[in-house]
């Protein structure tokens, strides 16, 4: 198994950007001085973490690589028959338990300055990753998968050593609708199953290994292998 676009290769995470309002309930979110989010304004792109992921452990499994996208049927594109606008629209207000908070944080982090489709796009990963045997059963299983280990965590935002503070409620509570809608059995068709991602500003050597499936906005979408055999 790989990593995800939090961390497989030197994978570019983005910095969360200006920020208003105040932080959120959830837990582990707290407030933030003036300087921390100075900080984040000047890393890449204003809108993700690091301009670096980090590498994990590659699982001890035999792989067998999937066809060629086009062989599958697949197009390298975010064509979509949904609108997606639309759909956000259909719920105005949104709340939930600790799942729904780890996945409304990590869209957060990960794609706030994305378009909305590409919002649901990284939903879709979390989720298609939570389906997977390879991954945690649960979100927040996933999301913080590795978190505290060395060269492990999934996705680098839960161990970049910055605060894991929001300060745009508005982007939060957008992002929080996307959560709710796509845990409640929201469409998963931009992506073609992908369970992993990246951004344009970087070039894993991962992604020359597994089918990329899907480009959106600033990110790139693949289906890791099928696993086969252990040793």
């Known amino acids: 198994m790989f990593g995800a676009m939090a961390c497989l290769a ?29 900080t984040r304004l000047s890393l890449l792109l204003g809108q993700q973490r690091d301009d670096v992921e980090i590498v994990p ?9 999937l066809p060629a996208a086009a062989e599958r049927g697949l197009s390298i594109a975010s064509g979509s028959s949904q609108d997606y606008d639309v759909l956000l629209a259909s719920l105005p207000q949104a709340k939930g338990d600790a799942q729904w908070e780890c996945l409304t944080e990590a869209l957060y982090f990960e794609a706030r300055g994305e378009s909305v489709k590409g919002q649901f796009a990284v939903a879709e990963v979390i989720l298609n990753r939570v389906d997977s045997p390879d991954y945690p059963d649960d979100i927040c299983g996933v999301v913080n998968q590795g978190t505290g280990r060395k060269y492990a965590c999934q996705f680098s935002y839960t161990c970049d050593g910055i605060p894991d503070t929001v300060n745009d409620r508005r982007s939060w509570t957008k992002l929080g609708r996307i959560a709710a809608i796509m845990m409640d059995d929201g469409p998963r068709e931009l992506t073609a199953g992908a369970t992993h991602y ?16 899907a480009a959106i906005g600033a990110h790139l979408f693949y289906r890791e292998a099928t696993r086969t055999a252990s040793n």
């Open 10 to 38: 030197a994978v570019a995470a983005a910095a969360p950007a200006t920020a208003s309002g105040e932080a959120p309930a959830a837990a582990r979110i707290s407030k933030i001085s003036a300087p921390a989010a100075d």
């Open 57 to 65: 452990a590659v699982a001890t499994t035999e792989v067998e690589p």
């Open 198 to 213: 990246h951004t344009t500003a970087v070039n894993p050597s991962w992604s020359k290994r597994i089918p990329r499936t």
